[in-house]
Structures are given as C-alpha cells and as structure tokens.
C-alpha cells in the first residue's frame, strides 16, 4: 500500500507539473493577439488569463472523462507505471518545443504519450480504437474548421467596418480585443486543464481509490490552480510567434481570431471533445489573414508549425514507451 500511495502522488504530481507547463505553453493562446496589437499590456493580459483560465477549469468536466475512459478500453488495462510513463513524454515534449519556441498540442502530446506507453506494456488490446479515432477526428478537424470560420468571421467585419476609417475602426477593436481575449482565456481553461483532471481521476479508478469515473472536487482545484499558475508564469517564446510571425495582426483582425477561437474551443467542451487549442488559434489567425489576402499568412511558418503537430502524437508515444521501460527497471 505504501508503494501505490507514493506512486499515485508521482501520478498527481506529474499530471499537475504538465498542467503547469501547459498553461505557460499555452498562454500564447489566450493573450498572443491581444498583446501583439498592444490592446492589452503584457503583465495585465497575463493576470486576467490565469484567473479565466482556473474559472474555466472549474466548468465541466466532460472533456476530463473523454481523456481518462475514451483512450483505454478500462481502467484494468492501465497501471500508475504505464500513466506515469504517459505524463513524462508528454511534458518532454511540451518542454521541447516551447524551447523551441514551436506552438505544439499539449493534447495531442498527452494522447501520444498515453498510447506509447499502454501499446508498449499491455499492447494493442489496452486501446480503445473507437475512442482514440474520436478524439484523433477532433482534433484534426478542429484546426480545418478554425480556418474557414476564421475567414468568414473576417469577411464578415470587413463588410461591416470596410467603409470606415483604419484608424478609427481599430481604435474600437482595441478595447473589442479585452473582451475577446477574456472569451479565449476562459474557453482555454475549460478545454485543457480537464486533461490532466482525467488523467489523475484515471490512475485514481485504477488504483482503487474511487469506485466510478467522476472526477473530485480536489482534483479540480487542483488541476485549475496549476494550469492558472504556469498561465501566469507566461510562455514569451509561443506568444511571439503565434502574435506576429503567422500574420501580421491588428485590433480588428486580432479581435476576429480570438473571437472566432473561442467560439470553435468552447463549443468542443461543450460537446466533450478535447481539441488543441495552439491548433485553433493558430488556424483561426490563418484564416483571418486569408481573408484580407492569401499572401498576408507567412506559409512558411506555417508549414514549419504543421510539421510540429504532425509529429507529436509518434514522438510522444515512443518516448512515453522508452520512459515505461526505464520506469520498469527503477520501480
């Protein structure tokens, strides 16, 4: 009993580590544009997106049992090594790629993660393909759909506002773009911080600790005081890239893409759909570019971000299956 105590706190510690990296790898999401058109100061956009995002956090809990019951056909199938290995290649890679200064998913590293380390210790038959192709369709078509909403949302304020002055137009959308980035920030933490909150409640089943799949009211404190920790903590690296180096943004535009990503986010939670939200944002942003003209999106970033979402889910699970085996012969 005393071993599977320490290794359920190695479990909560580690999922509340990745919700930490995630909220300042992510933070870019919710305040990158907003910042980018200087509509809100730095440190102001910081603090009001760590308190929407842990607001967020404490919304639902759909998409949490989406991750925890979705990707392994029960409970039985996992152990806290085969979770512990999971977190690990996880939050390697968020750590990778925010030094790299590459908007990645947080999601689809820990869905990588989790499928590397269950393929590696118990084999296909621990998966649940029905689940995983669910949530691999989310959060592929999520991005795609990000996009072309983005483009009409785009399209639709240039229709509106078109007849009327630059100057005076983004001088509103400035004070617009508060409300909009205060929409991201809260859709944020509603999406993403109920993953680790699945992952804890699903080494929680599995060590017999609770009796069904719901997750408890620590686990949510919890889940949404780290994510708004590493919110506030702020991933400067993500935020330039996604702010200016995608497209370039001003108040209106900028207003369009959180608007239009907060709408796509919120909507998955509803539904209990895990999505990336670097992925949203990022496709949102591209589609409002596309809207003004094909050649105002730098492409070439784009394929280089494309590139790091193509890869995350294989690099992740080979490193969650590498790190189960090292775990295996310490533990």
């Known amino acids: ?14 999922a509340l580590l990745f919700d930490f990296i995630n909220g300042f790898h992510d ?31 404490m919304y639902s809990t759909g998409v949490a049992k989406t991750i925890g019951a979705d990707i392994v056909k029960s409970a039985q199938h996992v152990d806290e ?32 993660g ?10 296909p038959d621990g998966l649940n393909f029905y689940g995983i192709g669910k949530i691999v369709l989310s959060l592929i078509l ?12 785009m399209t639709l304020l240039f229709c509106v506002f078109g007849r009327f002055s630059p100057s005076a137009v983004n001088g509103k959308f400035k004070k617009m773009q508060i409300l909009s980035a205060a929409m991201m920030a809260f859709s944020h933490g509603s999406n993403d911080a109920q993953k680790s909150m699945g992952i804890i409640t699903l080494a929680l089943l599995a060590g017999g600790y609770i009796e069904v799949f719901e997750v408890p009211t620590f686990v949510k404190l919890l889940a949404a005081t780290a994510m708004a920790c590493g919110t506030a903590v702020g991933g400067w690296r993500i935020i ?9 943004l001003e108040p209106i535009s900028g207003f369009a893409a959180d608007l239009n990503s907060s709408i796509v986010i919120f909507s998955a939670t509803l539904l209990h759909l895990p999505v990336s939200t670097t992925h949203v944002v990022s496709g949102s942003i591209m589609g409002v570019g596309t809207a003004k003209r094909l050649s ?18 294989p690099s992740t699970a080979v490193i969650g299956a590498v790190a189960y085996k090292v775990i295996l012969m310490f533990l």
């Open 27 to 57: 933070t870019a999401n919710a305040i990158a544009t907003s910042v980018s058109t200087r509509a809100l100061h730095p440190s102001h956009a910081i603090i009001m997106a760590a308190v929407l995002n842990f607001a967020g956090a």
């Open 142 to 153: 999520s991005p795609l759909i990000a996009i072309i909403t983005g483009c009409l949302v």
């Open 114 to 123: 989790i499928i590397g380390a269950v393929l590696i210790s118990v084999g």
């Open 81 to 112: 090594h085969i979770i512990i290995a999971a977190l690990i290649g996880a939050v390697l890679w968020n750590i990778l790629t925010w030094w790299l200064a590459l908007p990645s998913s947080s999601s689809h590293a820990l869905v990588g």
């Open 240 to 248: 330039k890239t996604i702010g200016g180096k995608i497209f370039k």
């Open 296 to 313: 105002a999106v730098r492409w070439g970033v784009a394929q280089q971000m494309v590139a790091a979402w193509v890869m995350t889910i």
């Open 1 to 14: 009993m005393p071993e599977l105590q320490v290794m359920i706190f190695t479990v909560i510690g580690l």
